[in-house]
């Protein structure tokens, strides 16, 4: 990872409808059930492209954070790696939640000290309607991203919303949302795209 390398590349374009911020960050493993995964967070960039895309990065952290990893790309490379090992420990909890089985100790732990390191760094700032969170040195360090993410998996973890959390029933899909529905009757996670594309398969199917 360089300068001109962050400079070039594409941005891409993430998918945020799961309906809670730590949702969206495990659904950043895209085709999850099906034969070839796609990794959507490939390199550090893509995980600043993320905080920025579902604002809990501003503009002028991402600049620092792109700043820093291309400064020492060995510890952004580590960095994005424990990413994604906190990514899939909290989607195995989530998993877990939806269908009523209790979590793997070591997944919690995995979540547990992110939470610990990130609320270590938290303070209330005051608002003009109030307070809001706050962490020292956001923008600086690698993994702040990871922060926000694991206070929102703990909040959503705590909350009678745990109980709205659902898998889309595409089979290739795997991806966690949050059924607000009226009747909690949804089922894709995206109708553009899973719900769609269930729809197509079952119109030839009929065809047949």
């Known amino acids: 990872m360089n300068e001109i390398e962050l400079e070039t590349r594409p941005t891409p374009v993430f998918d945020i409808s799961g309906g809670h911020l730590c949702l969206d960050f495990a659904n950043t493993l895209d085709n999850r059930m099906g034969e070839k995964p796609q990794e959507l967070l490939s390199r550090y960039s893509d995980l600043v492209a993320w905080g920025e895309q579902t604002r809990i990065v501003s503009n002028e952290e991402a600049r620092q954070l792109l ?10 490379i580590a960095v994005l790696e424990h990413v994604r090992t906190v990514r899939e420990a909290l989607y195995r909890i989530l998993e877990k939640s939806v269908e009523d089985i209790a979590p793997e100790k070591s997944d919690l732990l995995i979540l547990d000290e992110t939470l610990a390191q990130g609320m270590s760094r938290a303070h209330l700032m005051t608002e003009e309607n109030g307070f809001s969170w706050g ?21 959503l973890l705590t909350s009678e919303l745990r109980h709205d959390v659902r898998l889309c029933a595409a089979d290739d899909c795997g991806w966690l949302f949050l059924d607000t529905s009226k009747n909690h009757s949804r089922r894709w996670c995206n109708m553009k795209s899973c719900g769609n594309r269930a729809k197509a398969r079952r119109y030839i199917e009929r065809k047949r």
């Not at 700043?67 to 060995?74: G, I, L, S």
């Not at 962490?135 to 909040?155: C, I």
């Open 67 to 76: 700043e820093a990893a291309a400064k020492h790309p060995n510890d952004a």
């Open 135 to 155: 962490w020292v040195a956001k923008g600086e360090e690698l993994e702040s991203v990871l922060w926000v993410v694991a206070r929102s998996a703990a909040e």
